[in-house]
């Protein structure tokens, strides 16, 4: 493996054992390292840094490393180590910015809800106080950029298990989210306009690339 996936993947390794070691110690790593919304009295600056390597459990940290395993090493192996790392930290805070956006504008039409009396207050508060982690916004970046550097590559992912042209998967998987997120279906607690996010600026960086070859490291 490429240098920088095995140290992103090492890093995220760390800090999910050390979640674990703080809980023991009646420290909540997640409380202080997850990132909470701009209007929540909670939310810090460098929160939209740390909640990249923070993740809620077992299954979502697998799933998010085995993404940024199989799609982040080809992309490394392209760009070089520098570019990779650039590429996966500005999806990873794109991700974010369009997440905390969307959610200020919820948070502000909900608190309008609840002041008139036809919300309920607590998902208010659910709202401010549940932080967001995960590094699933730069990964939905790298999906984005394996579908755009190797668009004919087939995919069989294991719950989809018929061969996909990996162009075909990026716009059906984008579609998908863009209709979760729109959707606010109840119980659903994914973050998909930070998926969305991350997509979204891997693309303009990418054809910001493509557009200036002088820069290419």
Do not use: C
């Not at 923070?54 to 993404?67: E, S």
């Not at 520098?82 to 956006?101: D, E, K, V």
């Not at 590559?153 to 997120?181: H, N, R, S, W």
């Amino acid at each position: 493996m490429p240098p920088v996936v095995t140290n992103l993947l090492i890093i995220n390794g760390l800090f999910f054992l050390a979640t674990y070691f703080f809980q023991f110690q009646g420290i909540d790593l997640r409380g202080i390292l997850g990132m909470y919304n701009v209007l929540s009295p909670n939310f810090k600056p460098y929160q939209l840094f740390s909640h990249m390597f923070m993740h809620a459990n077992i299954g979502h940290i697998f799933f998010n490393m085995f993404a940024l395993w199989m799609f982040g090493s080809p992309l490394e192996n392209v760009w070089g180590h520098q570019r990779f790392l650039l590429y996966y930290i500005i999806t990873g805070l794109g991700a974010a910015a369009l997440h905390l956006g969307v959610g200020a504008w919820e948070i502000h039409q909900l608190q309008n809800a609840v002041q008139s009396g036809t919300a309920d207050p607590a998902l208010l508060d659910m709202m401010l106080n549940i932080p967001t982690v995960g590094a699933s916004g730069a990964v939905f970046g790298l999906l984005l950029g394996f579908g755009m550097l190797f668009p004919n590559t087939e995919l069989i992912m294991l719950f989809f298990p018929v061969p996909i042209k990996a162009k075909y998967f990026v716009i059906i998987y984008g579609l998908l989210e863009l209709f979760a997120g729109i959707g606010k279906f109840q119980g659903d607690n994914v973050a998909h306009f930070a998926h969305l996010g991350g997509m979204l600026f891997g693309f303009i960086l990418i054809k910001l690339w493509q557009k200036d070859r002088r820069n290419f490291f």
